[in-house]
């Protein structure tokens, strides 16, 4: 699932019970790009244009993923492998919040299928 910075859902892509979420970043920031636009640019401080940013785990730290944010014009804020989180005092990360929604919804709730056919 991806959100925006106050935690609406963007996309979502189905999946089966404990497969990593990796193989299903490319969908979903396509997904994005399909059901709503293109995602507006922002300009740093010295006018420069930015690409919409990314925030993710270190799960997704590769080259793999960077290059695949590079190409679908994305810049990555990606946390790295064996260096410590920043601490987040007063302050989830948005996609917690919107998953803690989510897990209101029966169905999403208890939906613990590995069939992909059934997914």
Not at 95 to 106: D, F, L, P
Request: hydrophobic share 35%; with cysteine; aromatic share 6%.
């Amino acid at each position: 699932m991806a959100c925006d910075d106050q935690g609406i859902p963007l996309h979502l892509v189905a999946a089966r019970a404990n497969d990593h979420d990796s193989p299903l970043l490319e969908p979903t920031l396509t997904g994005i790009v399909t059901m709503i636009g293109p995602l507006p640019r922002h300009r740093d401080a010295h006018g420069g244009d930015l690409f919409p940013t990314v925030h993710l785990d270190r799960g997704y730290d590769s080259g793999k993923t960077r290059t695949l944010l590079h190409t679908l014009g994305f810049t990555g804020e990606i946390a790295t492998t064996g260096v410590p989180a920043p601490i987040q005092a007063g302050r989830r990360w948005p996609i917690e919040r919107t998953h803690s929604w989510m897990n209101g919804y029966g169905k999403l709730r208890r939906f613990t299928d590995r069939r992909k056919i059934i997914v």
